[in-house]
């Protein structure tokens, strides 16, 4: 079984030296796998992640309804905006990959298929500008699972039980945590950026417009980005967030069982119960 | 028959979107039902319930689910083109919205036959996440995950017919990792449910499809 607590797995990295080496011990030892085979494995993930990235960005995704599509492809042909070229390429990354993933292309759910954009809108831009290899990536994305294992274990990863915030608030935590890793600090920190990360989308509510995997769930890959990004430099700065990262998660599994239905997957409210998603006419193929 | 969390359940699948539940979970659905079917079918008509039925569309559910019977693992791109493929395999396939009463929202029913005029209901239902569960096979209840690799035993409900067959499973060195055993009723068709650590060999099947009371076998790989 995987962590069940972000206070296990800080002590597991005591041993093991890091967040993603003890995560990799454990998933050897549960597995009967070699550490080799699962590095090669994730290596492979990552290949996955790259590519979707690539797909994206070049615009040829676009969703089965007709209602998104192109807006990674958009974002990349404006260049550099105003928070400067990191911020926007990261956006660009995190669209992309949801862009392929409303298209029926080829992802890695991390954790699911309608978050899928935002452990490589951060990571990846992240491994380019501070220079991190692969194995580098590698790593991130084993603390990235720990942290994802933990908040399944404590809370929920779904939309449907949980709400938004259990979908594109825990993939935020999972690069936020794996992020900081990746900027060489301690474990703890890491801790902090995902519980940082977290706070801010608490209570995000799931509210797909037509039921689909399109809008708000596109463009919320590039928000949860942003709130990632933000997580990970209030941390690596020293900011510590006063409430421990397992309590986190636990408010956010009590705020997921508290949403009404309504806002959970079911299309029901929110967004996709305002006049203009009720009056919108999908395509169909 | 909890799955166990792997850092590729957190970190993957790799699969083809837009959703875990309504498409690399019915792409799974549809998997598990060729491999009790024991072919390709010639014809299938899925019910689809609940959320499958109203937003399965949006989600290529329909697609997903052609793709797995026909074979296509939930990474295939294919899936995206398998109303053609299904087509061109012979697989004539029709969709229809049913109500199958108080099950998971995300529930499809299958009526698969063959040339042979052999014929299949499944149901099941895609729990989240891409986790799934076959829940029903032709009139037994089962619970059927693909996490494992299964054997599937259709014996007569009598004495000794479970020990034979587990005794085989011992000699040959496979070990058993959960069992369930269902009938129709008392003294008639039964239907055993056997998940193993490792695929159980040709040895193994051919020693267990000739015992005595065993109606049928068949092995349902890991999806």
Redesign the interface.
């Known amino acids: 079984m995987a962590y069940t607590s972000f206070a296990d797995l800080l002590v597991a990295a005591e041993e093991h030296e890091t967040l993603a080496a003890a995560a990799l011990h454990l998933e050897a030892l549960e597995t009967g796998s070699a550490p080799e085979d699962l590095r090669a494995r994730m290596r492979t993930t990552l290949d996955v992640m790259r590519s979707a990235v690539a797909d994206g960005r070049s615009g040829r995704a676009s969703s089965r309804s007709g209602l998104v599509g192109g807006d990674a492809a958009r974002l990349t042909a404006a260049g550099p905006g105003p928070a400067g070229p990191f911020f926007s390429d990261a956006l660009a990354s995190a669209l992309a990959v949801a862009e392929v993933n409303a298209s029926m292309g080829r992802i890695v759910a991390a954790p699911t298929g309608g978050a899928s954009g935002v452990l490589p809108g951060v990571l990846l831009g992240l491994a380019e500008r501070t220079g991190a290899s692969d194995d580098d990536l590698v790593d991130a994305l084993f603390t990235a699972a720990a942290v994802g294992g933990i908040i399944a274990a404590r809370a929920s990863l779904s939309g449907a039980a949980g709400g938004c915030q259990a979908e594109i608030g825990s993939a935020a935590a999972m690069a936020a945590a794996a992020g900081v890793e990746m900027l060489g600090r301690q474990p703890a920190v890491s801790g902090h950026a995902a519980s940082l990360a977290l706070q801010g989308l608490l209570g995000l509510v799931c509210d797909p417009v037509g039921g689909l995997v399109e809008v708000p769930c596109v463009v919320r890959n590039a928000t949860g980005t942003a709130i990632a990004l933000a997580g990970i430099e209030m941390a690596r700065a020293g900011i510590e967030f006063p409430i421990p990262f397992d309590e986190v998660v636990d408010a956010m599994g009590s705020v997921g069982r508290s949403l009404p239905p309504s806002l959970r997957e079911t299309a029901i409210g929110g967004l996709a119960g305002t006049p203009t998603a009720r009056n919108l006419k999908l395509e169909d193929r | 028959m909890a799955r166990?969390?792997?850092?590729?359940d957190?970190?993957?699948?790799?699969?083809?979107?837009?959703?875990?539940?309504h498409?690399?979970g019915a792409v799974r659905l549809g998997l598990l039902a060729r491999a009790v079917f024991g072919s390709t079918p010639t014809c299938a008509r899925i019910g689809l319930h609940g959320?499958f039925a109203?937003?399965g569309?949006?989600?290529?559910t329909d697609?997903a689910l052609t793709a797995g019977l026909l074979g296509f693992p939930p990474?295939d791109?294919s899936?995206?083109d398998a109303e053609h493929l299904a087509a061109d395999a012979g697989l004539e396939i029709s969709f229809d919205v049913v109500d199958l009463g108080q099950v998971h929202p995300n529930t499809a029913s299958f009526e698969l036959s063959g040339p042979d005029a052999r014929a299949t209901h499944l149901q099941g239902s895609s729990l989240?996440?891409?986790d799934v569960m076959i829940t029903h096979i032709d009139s037994y209840d089962v619970e059927v995950t693909g996490e494992l690799p299964l054997l599937l035993v259709a014996h007569l409900d009598r004495p000794g017919e479970i020990a034979a067959v587990t005794a085989v499973l011992a000699e040959e060195g496979v070990n058993v990792a959960s069992m369930q055993v269902s009938r129709e009723r008392r003294g008639a068709g039964a239907l055993m449910l056997i998940e193993t650590d490792v695929p159980v060999g040709t040895a193994a099947l051919d020693r267990i499809s000739s015992a005595s009371g065993i109606t049928g076998v068949r092995v349902v790989p890991a999806v």
Do not use: C, N, W, Y
């Open positions: 166990q969390r792997s850092v590729f957190i970190v993957g699948p790799v699969m083809v979107g837009p959703s875990s539940s498409t690399a959320s109203s937003t569309r949006g989600h290529g697609l990474d791109l899936i995206r989240g996440g891409g």
